[in-house]
């Protein structure tokens, strides 16, 4: 369903510095698929995402969603970033509204959508309370119910649950498979934690930095539903290990 | 030191007159600091949006400050009379520089990541400002208003000290020139209440019109959404 072919990127500064965020990136993914990404600062993730949405331009190769080169902002997308960003003027339900009416979607369509989405979230009751009264795992659920309230195709996800506590994080990523196997999306899925990118995905990618490149892609051939205790299966750790190696080991080089 | 009673007895017997004198005070603040917020609001909307505007006009902003506003008074009085012009145009000048800045700063300070969703919704700019960025500012427009009110009471007062026939700043001249020093008190006083009746309206109004930041403020100890 996209394709994302060679795709490189080089930022320059205003200084005249140049830095390879992405070089020669080539990944093809399936409609409904998981795809987690994960990789160490700096490898281009986050510039990646923006990419596959026409928010950056690309220096070099392209990216095709079904066939369709992206190079422009398309509305078929849904994002959620680290931090949950809602608008604190807002209640909960019209922080979700905020997508239909930036789309110049018709309100009166959507929002018996966006009820059910909040009550698919667990907060069904908070619809008028405002994000301060929420608890930040809550708030991160009122950022996903607004990148889902208008259906989009592909969900974008930058460190969704990073400035979560573990606990939180854990309860969140399986509450996410939860509304996909429901509702399902093309997803990417940056992270930093590596059991997490295993427990939740079909195949995660694995990119390292300077320039950020694709190291490896891997199959998780885990059954569904994912449950917290597949972190004991042997090939959860076999997993994880190889992703450690591939980010760890460029760097132990480096340093003898 | 006068006494408290005499300067209330003193100000007491000149209420009518101090009344007259304070409505004069009161309309070339409000006038200085009206024309303030028309000029100085669209500005901070076009510095925001013009890199090219923002690397002409900003510099410019910035030394006109610079001058003390004390220094140019009598200039402008010269300009532009004795009369009440002059006032307002001190008080808008003493009141438009936090006004610009604070917006500025708050339509700068919208989260990147909310101006990028508008982007990838395609919303027009028009939009992304109304629902995005022109309310994340308002917290920071409205303390700018807070400082440039009360500038605008001491700018209507120093226009009135260089040369006026009336006003709360003229009363304090003359009647510190004519040792009536129980009434210059009393004249400041009533400026210090103005101050403050017009500081605390523009927080009422700033409770009203923004509400989530009052209670954000409060639990958080920082203005929401940052
Ligand atoms: N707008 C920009 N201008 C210049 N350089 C940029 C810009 N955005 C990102 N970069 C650089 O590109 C590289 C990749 O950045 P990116 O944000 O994509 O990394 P990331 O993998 O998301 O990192 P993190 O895990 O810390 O979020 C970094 O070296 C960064 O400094
Ligand atoms: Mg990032």
Redesign the interface.
Known sequence: MISIRSVGKTYRSRHGEVVDALDDVSLDVREKEFVSIVGPSGCGKSTLL?II???VPASGGEVTIRGRPVRE???D?G?V?Q?A?????RTVLDNVM??I????LPGNDYRARARDLIELAGLAGFERK???ELSGGMQQRVALCRALVHDPSVLLMDEPFGALDAMTREEMGLELLRIWEERPKTIFFVTHSIPEAILLADRVVVMTPRPGRLARVLDIALDRPRAVEMEFDPRFKAYSEEIRALIFRPRRERVH | MPAPLGIIRETWEWRWRLLGHTWVTLYETLAGFGLSIAVGTPLAVMLVYSPVLRDAVYPIVVVAQAIPKVAIAPVLLLLLGAGEVSKVVVAFSVAFFPIVVDTATGLAATPPELLDLSRSYRASAFKTFVKVRFPTALPFFFSGLKVAVTLSVIGAVVGEFIGSDKGLGYVIVSATSYWKSNLAFGAMGILAILAMALFGLVELVERLVCPWYAVSERDAGAPAGR
Do not use: R
């Not at chain 1, 960003?85 to 003027?89: D, H, R, S």
């Not at chain 1, 009416?101 to 110049?104: I, R």
């Open positions: 923006k949405a026409g928010l902002p398309f509305p997308v994002f970033f931090n960003v809602l608008l604190p003027w905020f997508s009416e930036m789309l110049g405002y994000p301060w």
